[in-house]
């Protein structure tokens, strides 16, 4: 059934196709027994806990499909275990200009250059005031466009203090390509002060009485082992929980797509199966240079059961979907969740 529905979607923009597919899911979520219908063919329940959190499965989607946290009810339907929203930040912005999101088939992969596109963390909090109950919600956090990167954590500060009494855990999202400058906050000293600031606001909260919720940092697969055991060492420093491995790459090395084709489309992260090997490498270095100690999400590059299972196998707790989801649509969801379950990890 998807396949149909993704050949009639792929005529259009892939920008457009993702705004008609959502507005789609809410439309068809009003008809009765309709997600009654989706919860019981997608649902998958595998209880997992990881970060102080139980998941109701180790399949999640990925931070950029719902920036806004406009359809978590809708999605929740679709056997997602938690959903992360976001990019957000402090105020709205447009994010960069039209097009900024394109399709490379052969590849089954994508790149973008949205630039944190969102209405801001003030409509997000709104939202996720009557959020699902029993949804685990995460909130990846990031820095305006305008920002310098001098004032950046005061950004990060902001996103992090309004989101927390609404979110279940927080992703700092440092490796985007597409916001000028901000993979230079991935350098030890900028990061540092961004997370031990969350970290000292955390314990503010624990202090009024709040729950602590997990920090985990988000990561670009461009990263060389060098570099990431500088990212290792900054997440023991700092206190933080965890990492989200991994971003969309810069690199445009092995498409099928030809040469051309990429040229025209430009500038932008490239996700989808071709960030599978090296999304794999990069988990399974993190959890090896830490015995197996780091709580790690892996992302990037999974779009069928076996490249999820390599994931896990790899050393992630979780997993999560972007490009595999918008390829491959819910029943990835499904028999990933399915076969996670069944391979009792």
Not at 258 to 286: C, D, F, H
Request: glycine share 8%; aromatic share 8%.
């Amino acid at each position: 059934m998807y396949a149909i529905l993704r050949r009639f979607l792929f005529l259009m923009p892939a920008e457009t196709a993702h705004h008609v597919t959502f507005h789609s899911l809410r439309l068809l979520m009003k008809i009765p027994f309709i997600k009654a219908l989706c919860l019981h063919n997608f649902k998958v329940e595998n209880s997992f806990d990881f970060i102080g959190l139980k998941f109701r499965n180790r399949v999640g989607l990925a931070a950029g499909l719902d920036k806004n946290a406009a359809y978590l009810s809708e999605l929740s339907s679709l056997g997602f275990g938690f959903i992360e929203i976001g990019t957000v930040t402090p105020k709205p912005q447009p994010g960069n200009e039209l097009p900024r999101l394109f399709r490379l088939r052969a590849d089954e992969s994508l790149i973008n250059r949205m630039g944190f596109n969102n209405e801001g963390v003030d409509a997000a909090v709104e939202r996720l005031k009557n959020r699902p109950k029993g949804l685990i919600v995460g909130g990846n956090i990031g820095k305006n466009k305008i920002t310098p990167n001098e004032s950046a954590v005061e950004d990060y500060a902001i996103c992090f203090n309004k989101l927390y009494q609404y979110v279940d855990y927080f992703v700092v999202n440092v490796s985007s390509p597409n916001t000028p400058n901000l993979r230079e906050l991935q350098d030890k000293k900028p990061l540092l002060e961004i997370l031990n600031r969350l970290v000292l606001l955390r314990n503010e909260w624990i202090k009024k009485g709040k729950i602590s919720k997990p920090v985990l940092l988000k990561i670009a697969p461009d990263l060389s082992d060098s570099q990431l055991d500088d990212v290792i060492e900054i997440v023991q420093e700092s206190g933080i929980d965890g990492l989200v491995a991994t971003n969309t790459t810069l690199s445009r090395d092995g498409l099928k797509t030809s040469n051309e084709m990429v040229t025209a489309i430009g500038a932008g992260g490239l996700s989808g199966k071709i960030l599978q090997a090296r999304a794999n490498e990069v988990v399974k270095y993190i959890h090896e240079k830490t015995n197996g100690e780091m709580p790690i999400i892996g992302v990037g590059g999974i779009h069928d059961v076996a490249s999820g299972i390599e994931r896990i196998e790899a050393g992630a707790g979780l997993i999560q979907l972007y490009t595999g989801f918008i390829y491959s649509g819910p029943n990835l969801v499904k028999h990933l969740a399915k076969a996670i379950k069944e391979t009792k990890f």
